[in-house]
């Protein structure tokens, strides 16, 4: 949004919009100044925002309060603070003035001021900014929705087939639970509303909390953070806090599994945890025995252990209560990292387990659409004695009182905005539908790994050969064999019209598939077939009936360009067999728009796309920003 905001107004339009801006805010100061209730405050150079010292401030704020408008109110006594926009209407700024008792119209103050006073020349920027042609093509909307539909074609999405992300995957988003995101209800309510305005959300959201802490058999949830990474920092720093009132604020150490997510010891690290690893057994289970020495050697500065549940290997680790019964005897906390609750609800509970305290991801397993990084929520649910450190917030009390942490967000609800996705969620499934959407989730990995484990090898498995909601395939053998690689499928894949699966992670050179309760049977076998298919492919190469260098895997994907050559020479294989592998392509597909690009030799050797250097010398900055 931010980004086609730019490329639709650019550089002669951002321009208009500051100064129409700049000219209202103008027009406001002076007629407040006209005014008997206030004076603007400062140097009279200003953009957007005034502040304003009033005699008498709940006075205004009433009279404000009852037409609709809000000001900020500054910790200073007797003074708000007013901001415009671009949304701001001449009306609105007639309705600022007669409540600071202008008797003026702002259309009289304008034609008496001649004009916005010029900006000061220390403030003025002469550079150019915004030149390249993407801000200087798209002006008219036609235009704008020609270049927006032709970037979105070149993406799969779910509109295409399933995209089956370990972790990650994304669920459906319904329609019905995305409705409230175009109300402006829900919508165009600032996060610092006096809480009277916002009892709707109020409501949401403690409904919200309730029902995600019945979910997680936690005491009570707060859900300020905005990804799963920022909750567990939150966690982290609730059990800090726990254990610093206990006298317990020297313990510093945080055991963490090898198998864990990246976020996790980086969260721990910046909560000031040393993280001491703990090691795996080979079925991809949690090492007990390291686990209870290191816990045993660190019992005085044990604080944490994360832990991930199914684990990021895609098991249920059969010892986990047993996991958090080591740590809580050695005096520390278990931390929960729930993003694989999607295997979890309705079956059992990080609460019920033995966590203290778990992050969940509203924008995994609670719906929230996460294509293109965001926003997202990721609440922590907490046992009883950690609620009184959950986050407070300086502006709107979150209600958890003076022992609370600061806050980690910006506003004390994080992302409220995207909350009625997972309330309609909740709602509408309600807890038969919960449960039943686990276990169609674990039935559809299971399936997906019995029929794939025919061939190829299935990374992980409890003893009894099941695996949780996700699974790893190992490919490692195909290098060896066939000189093939996690990458070569996982661009393959984009010939069958798939998005691939998680690549090397949370074990490289390995494909990892969650495929959700959101697929169909049919679109669960259609990946199965495409990978299967692949698999044939790769034995090609193993019995020597294509070349190890140029082959179906290492040349794909196949674009329209790659194929419509005039000549089709220097290949092994048909074009038909590229395009259309298996037949529901014929009719169905999803055409790649960029070729194989060269992978880690990009990240190593940076280059330039700004302008030349030479611009830049000569006074104009192409770029507001820094290039490489
Ligand atoms: C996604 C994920 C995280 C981080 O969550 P974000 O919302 O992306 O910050 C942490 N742990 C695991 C296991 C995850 O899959």
Same mark, same amino acid.
């Given at each position: 949004?931010?980004?086609?905001?730019?490329?639709?107004?650019?550089?002669?339009?951002?321009?208009?919009?500051?100064?129409?801006?700049?000219?209202?805010?103008?027009?406001?100061?002076?007629?407040?100044?006209?005014?008997d209730?206030?004076?603007?405050?400062?140097?009279?150079?200003?953009?957007?925002?005034?502040?304003?010292?009033?005699?008498?401030?709940?006075?205004l704020?009433?009279? +404000?309060?009852?037409?609709?408008?809000?000001?900020r109110?500054? %910790?200073?006594?007797?003074?708000?603070?007013?901001? *415009?926009?671009?949304?701001?209407?001449e009306?609105?700024?007639?309705?600022?003035?007669?409540?600071?008792?202008?008797?003026?119209?702002?259309?009289?103050?304008?034609?008496?001021?001649?004009?916005?006073?010029?900006?000061?020349?220390?403030?003025?920027?002469?550079?150019?900014?915004?030149?390249?042609?993407?801000?200087?093509?798209?002006?008219?909307?036609?235009?704008?929705?020609?270049?927006?539909?032709?970037?979105?074609?070149?993406?799969? %999405?779910?509109?295409?087939?399933?995209?089956?992300?370990?972790s990650?995957?994304?669920?459906?988003?319904?329609? %019905?639970?995305?409705?409230?995101?175009?109300?402006?209800?829900?919508?165009? *309510? #600032?996060?610092?509303?006096?809480?009277?305005? +916002?009892?709707?959300?109020?409501?949401?959201?403690?409904?919200?909390?309730?029902?995600?802490?019945?979910?997680?058999?936690?005491?009570?949830?707060?859900?300020?953070?905005?990804?799963?990474?920022?909750?567990?920092?939150?966690?982290?720093?609730?059990?800090?806090?726990?254990?610093?009132?206990q006298?317990?604020?020297?313990?510093?150490?945080?055991? =963490?599994?090898?198998?864990? #997510?990246?976020?996790?010891?980086?969260? /721990? +690290?910046?909560?000031?945890?040393?993280?001491?690893?703990?090691?795996?057994?080979?079925?991809?289970?949690?090492?007990?025995?390291?686990?209870? %020495?290191?816990?045993?050697?660190?019992?005085?500065?044990l +604080?944490?252990?994360?832990?991930?549940?199914?684990?990021?290997?895609?098991?249920?680790?059969?010892?986990?209560?047993? /996991?958090?019964?080591?740590?809580?005897?050695?005096?520390?906390?278990?931390?929960?990292?729930?993003?694989?609750?999607?295997?979890?609800? &309705?079956?059992?509970?990080? &609460?019920? =387990?033995?966590?203290?305290?778990?992050?969940?991801?509203?924008?995994?397993?609670?719906?929230?659409? #996460?294509?293109?990084?965001?926003?997202?929520?990721?609440?922590?649910?907490?046992k009883?004695?950690l609620?009184?450190?959950?986050?407070?917030?300086?502006?709107?009390?979150?209600?958890? &009182?003076?022992?609370?942490?600061?806050?980690? @967000?910006?506003?004390?609800?994080?992302?409220?905005? =995207?909350?009625?996705?997972?309330?309609?969620?909740?709602?509408?499934?309600?807890?038969?539908?919960?449960t039943?959407?686990?276990?169609?989730?674990?039935?559809?990995?299971?399936?997906?790994?019995?029929?794939? @484990?025919?061939?190829?090898? =299935?990374?992980?498995?409890?003893?009894?050969?099941?695996?949780? #909601?996700?699974?790893?395939?190992?490919?490692?053998?195909?290098?060896?064999?066939?000189?093939?690689?996690?990458?070569?499928?996982?661009?393959r *894949?984009?010939?069958?019209?798939f998005?691939?699966?998680?690549?090397?992670?949370?074990?490289?050179?390995?494909?990892?598939i969650?495929?959700?309760?959101?697929?169909?049977?049919?679109?669960?076998?259609?990946?199965?077939?495409?990978?299967?298919?692949?698999?044939?492919?790769?034995?090609?190469?193993e019995?020597?009936?294509?070349?190890?260098?140029?082959?179906?895997?290492?040349?794909?994907?196949?674009?329209?360009?790659?194929?419509l050559? &005039?000549?089709?020479?220097?290949?092994?294989?048909?074009?038909?067999?590229?395009?259309?592998?298996?037949?529901?392509?014929?009719?169905?597909?999803?055409?790649?728009?960029?070729?194989?690009?060269?992978?880690?030799?990009?990240?190593?050797?940076?280059?330039?796309?700004?302008?030349?250097?030479?611009?830049?010398?000569?006074?104009?900055?192409?770029?507001g920003?820094?290039?490489?």
């Amino acid at each position: 949004m931010a980004a086609m905001y730019a490329v639709y107004h650019g550089p002669v339009g951002l321009k208009q919009i500051a100064e129409r801006i700049r000219g209202m805010t103008q027009v406001l100061a002076e007629g407040i100044q006209k005014g008997d209730a206030g004076d603007v405050q400062g140097s009279g150079l200003f953009f957007d925002t005034l502040t304003i010292r009033v005699k008498d401030r709940e006075a205004l704020l009433k009279k +404000a309060e009852e037409q609709g408008i809000n000001f900020r109110k500054h %910790s200073t006594e007797n003074t708000v603070g007013i901001t *415009l926009d671009e949304t701001v209407t001449e009306a609105d700024v007639n309705d600022l003035l007669r409540l600071f008792g202008c008797n003026q119209m702002a259309s009289e103050i304008a034609q008496a001021m001649n004009g916005p006073k010029p900006l000061p020349e220390a403030f003025q920027r002469s550079g150019k900014v915004l030149q390249q042609p993407v801000f200087n093509t798209y002006g008219s909307e036609t235009e704008l929705l020609r270049y927006m539909h032709h970037l979105q074609s070149k993406d799969l %999405s779910l509109t295409h087939s399933m995209i089956p992300l370990g972790s990650c995957t994304m669920k459906l988003n319904a329609t %019905s639970e995305m409705l409230a995101l175009s109300k402006p209800e829900f919508m165009n *309510l #600032h996060p610092f509303v006096p809480k009277d305005q +916002a009892q709707g959300y109020a409501e949401l959201i403690s409904e919200l909390e309730k029902d995600l802490s019945e979910i997680t058999g936690f005491d009570a949830v707060s859900l300020q953070p905005n990804s799963g990474a920022q909750g567990e920092y939150a966690g982290l720093r609730v059990i800090r806090a726990y254990l610093d009132a206990q006298g317990q604020g020297h313990r510093d150490v945080c055991l =963490i599994p090898v198998s864990a #997510h990246g976020t996790n010891p980086a969260s /721990a +690290a910046m909560c000031g945890l040393r993280v001491v690893p703990v090691k795996c057994d080979k079925d991809g289970n949690l090492d007990m025995s390291d686990l209870a %020495s290191k816990a045993e050697k660190h019992k005085d500065s044990l +604080a944490a252990f994360m832990v991930t549940y199914p684990s990021t290997f895609g098991v249920f680790e059969p010892r986990v209560k047993e /996991a958090c019964e080591i740590i809580h005897k050695n005096g520390g906390q278990v931390y929960m990292d729930g993003a694989n609750m999607n295997a979890q609800i &309705g079956l059992c509970s990080p &609460g019920e =387990i033995g966590a203290d305290v778990c992050h969940l991801n509203l924008h995994k397993t609670f719906c929230i659409p #996460h294509g293109g990084g965001g926003p997202g929520v990721g609440p922590i649910g907490v046992k009883a004695h950690l609620q009184p450190y959950l986050m407070e917030h300086p502006i709107v009390s979150t209600g958890v &009182g003076e022992k609370g942490v600061p806050p980690v @967000a910006a506003a004390p609800w994080g992302s409220a905005g =995207i909350l009625p996705i997972s309330w309609s969620y909740i709602k509408m499934m309600g807890a038969n539908g919960l449960t039943h959407a686990t276990k169609i989730a674990l039935l559809s990995a299971n399936y997906m790994a019995k029929r794939l @484990a025919e061939h190829y090898k =299935i990374l992980y498995t409890n003893e009894h050969g099941m695996v949780a #909601h996700e699974f790893i395939l190992d490919v490692r053998g195909f290098k060896a064999s066939a000189g093939i690689e996690a990458v070569d499928i996982a661009k393959r *894949l984009q010939d069958y019209g798939f998005h691939a699966p998680t690549m090397s992670w949370p074990v490289a050179n390995t494909l990892m598939i969650e495929p959700t309760e959101s697929e169909s049977l049919a679109e669960l076998d259609r990946y199965c077939d495409a990978l299967i298919a692949i698999r044939e492919e790769i034995a090609e190469i193993e019995r020597d009936e294509q070349p190890r260098d140029s082959n179906l895997l290492k040349n794909s994907p196949h674009t329209q360009r790659d194929l419509l050559v &005039g000549e089709w020479k220097d290949r092994s294989y048909s074009r038909e067999r590229a395009a259309y592998p298996l037949p529901w392509l014929q009719e169905k597909k999803f055409w790649p728009s960029v070729g194989r690009l060269d992978d880690a030799y990009g990240d190593l050797n940076l280059f330039c796309t700004c302008d030349p250097v030479a611009a830049e010398e000569e006074g104009e900055r192409p770029y507001g920003g820094v290039g490489v």
